[in-house]
């Protein structure tokens, strides 16, 4: 399974430690460092894009187009593809949805309004994120919050808009960056903090649960 970073942190987390316990080999690779850092579709059986702080909608980001042709390779050779955040977005355009601004941020751990808790839990879920997705046409929506949709399903393809690879560690590396940006406030700093202690199943389990559907879709699990 190849995993798609964009930074030193936007890193498999706890979808990369599920992956593992399943017995499946995990790579990463920077996708950030251009068309020579992408694996070749062929080498791997599923890929998962990973968030990252550019938009996807952002022409000038050099690396973004290379990386949405590699998605679009793989979703024509039915390899599954799962997007998260920024991967989700990216995703979604490669199936002919949009990616904007969503009308404000949503950064923090809300609860989803799911149409299938079995595939998609309500969480809470930790969220970061500026831009959204449409729903590509054809793809089954599954959970939304009051600000954006959070995921869809195509085929053996799934796209959210949530972070469910997050661990403590990582979230601590985007605190201390936002506050250098002076775009978070102690108050929701504190609460994106004290969100691993609240929440009532964990991140681990819910994202355990997110990739073995996802893997189950796409024909690579029982």
């Not at 989700?88 to 490669?94: D, F, K, N, P, R």
């Not at 930790?126 to 054809?138: I, K, R, V, Y």
Request: aromatic letters at 8%; proline letters at 8%; charged letters at 20%.
């Amino acid at each position: 399974m190849a995993f798609l970073q964009h930074s030193e942190w936007d890193v498999p987390g706890t979808l990369g430690t599920s992956a593992a316990h399943l017995g499946l080999e995990v790579r990463a690779y920077r996708a950030d460092r251009g068309p020579g850092a992408l694996p070749r579709v062929g080498t791997f059986d599923a890929l998962v894009v990973l968030g990252s702080v550019e938009s996807a909608a952002d022409p000038t980001v050099s690396w973004i187009g290379p990386e949405r042709e590699l998605v679009a390779t793989a979703v024509a050779g039915r390899v599954p593809v799962f997007g998260v955040c920024f991967g989700g977005q990216l995703l979604a355009q490669v199936l002919g949805a949009e990616v904007r601004r969503a009308t404000a941020p949503e950064i923090g751990w809300p609860r989803l309004t799911t149409a299938d808790s079995a595939r998609i839990p309500p969480g809470p879920w930790l969220a970061w994120h500026e831009d959204e997705f449409t729903a590509p046409p054809g793809a089954e929506v599954l959970a939304r919050t009051e600000i954006s949709l959070h995921a869809y399903v195509f085929g053996i393809h799934t796209g959210v808009q949530f972070h469910p690879e997050v661990t403590p560690e990582v979230v601590e590396h985007w605190i201390a960056g936002a506050r250098e940006n002076g775009t978070l406030g102690d108050e929701e700093i504190a609460d994106l903090r004290k969100g691993f202690a609240d929440r009532p199943a964990g991140t681990p389990d819910g994202a355990r649960v997110l990739l073995e559907g996802f893997l189950r879709r796409a024909g690579l699990s029982t």
